[in-house]
């Protein structure tokens, strides 16, 4: 990997007489701002090498002597060669480079795990809104030892292996020099503390698996699928964390009368062909109960009926989508003999005009499309 050719207090930001604290001091501060992690800056990664690499030469007495004396040139003369980054994850970086915890959060007040649930709800129950009892089993904080894990009257012991920081640090050797890497306590499980007594009601998990039944309120509009969060209703964190969510999935049953697209209901209405031809009035189901629609003589299959507003409502919005009813015409498939003879004379007498469309019939059909 190519070095960069600029001055390493400059990119640190520091004087020449900077000491040991200044330099981690801006490192860290600049690759908080820098981390590709954080950074939306284009070159971020880019400039974040080159701090951690100015970094790596001034933290490091040797090779910052050498680049004290001679720049540039005097590393690469000592054989100096920019360690490769790992460019994972801001805390693991710095855990490695400081043996600490960039965001200062610890194992020991976690937030608590999320819980999924599922629920299904008729269409017409997703169109007017709703609600539903969902069960969980949820993790809470034991009440009889008040999640500490331990039998009341006894009191959990400092872990003696990590001396109660639920942490362990490891020295070890890299590129970078030597840099400690700090660990969860593999002896307390980062609690720093062991219970020696377990509390009879949790077992010394401090936490207890509850069954609990949740108003889950499912609002007008809701799409198949889409997710409902209830904050904080979730597993109980780690002693005081905050609890996790719950995200409640929705699926909307698909309804045989309807077909929903958007907010847009679609569906589709059966004329006989002397319903078509003489006009009728026929009842059709919307989402909010039958409708009656009229037909004048004359409708033909493929005509659109427009019921607007009477769609889906719009989710967390205002107003509705349309329903959109498709005209149907059956053609009758068994006749009786009697029927047949009927049909012929109807044809004998047919003629052009009998199926000439009115003036402004493609107009209309134009409309229906719109
Ligand atoms: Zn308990
Ligand atoms: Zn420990």
């Not at 609990?212 to 309120?217: D, M």
């Not at 409708?299 to 009813?325: K, N, S």
């Amino acid at each position: 990997m190519a070095t960069t050719g600029r001055d390493y207090y400059e990119l640190l930001g520091l004087s020449r007489g900077a000491n040991e604290q200044d330099i981690k001091r801006a490192f860290r501060k600049l690759a908080r701002e820098l981390h590709p992690d954080v950074s939306e800056a284009p070159d971020a990664q880019e400039r974040f090498r080159e701090v951690a690499e100015a970094y790596q030469v001034l933290s490091n007495a040797e090779t910052r002597e050498l680049y004290d004396r001679y720049g540039h040139a005097g590393l690469r003369g000592g054989g100096f060669t920019p360690g490769t980054f790992d460019f994972g994850n801001l805390s693991d970086l710095f855990s490695a480079f400081f043996g600490d915890d960039l965001f200062g959060t610890t194992r020991r007040h976690a937030r608590g795990a999320d819980l999924a649930a599922e629920v299904e709800i008729e269409l017409a129950e997703a169109s007017r809104g709703t609600t539903r009892e969902v069960p969980f089993q949820v993790a809470v904080a034991c009440s009889r030892c008040g999640g500490d894990g331990a039998e009341p009257g006894t009191a959990p012991a400092t872990c003696p292996t990590c001396d109660g920081a639920g942490r362990v640090q490891q020295v070890s050797s890299s590129v970078f020099g030597q840099f400690v890497r700090t660990q969860t306590c593999p002896r307390c499980d980062g609690a720093g503390r062991i219970v020696e007594t377990p509390c009879s009601e949790c077992d010394g998990a401090g936490r207890l698996l509850e069954e609990r039944r949740l108003e889950v309120k499912i609002p007008a509009g809701i799409h198949d699928g889409q997710q409902i969060r209830i904050s904080g209703e979730g597993h109980a964190g780690d002693l005081g964390g905050r609890a996790g969510d719950v995200y409640v999935r929705v699926h909307v049953k698909p309804d045989p009368r309807f077909v929903r697209e958007g907010n847009d209901i679609f569906s589709t209405i059966d004329l006989t062909i002397a319903e078509a031809a003489l006009g009728a009035t026929l009842t059709t189901e919307t989402l909010e109960g039958p409708v009656e629609l009229e037909f004048p003589p004359g409708t033909q299959p493929g005509e659109i009926r427009v019921l607007a507003g009477r769609g889906m409502p719009v989710l967390q919005g205002f107003g509705r989508g349309d329903h959109r009813v498709l005209v149907n015409v059956v053609v009758p498939r068994r006749l009786t003999e009697e029927q047949r003879r009927l049909l012929e004379e109807f044809e004998r007498h047919s003629t052009d005009e009998t199926y000439k469309p009115d003036e402004g019939f493609f107009e209309k059909l134009k409309s229906a499309f719109r």
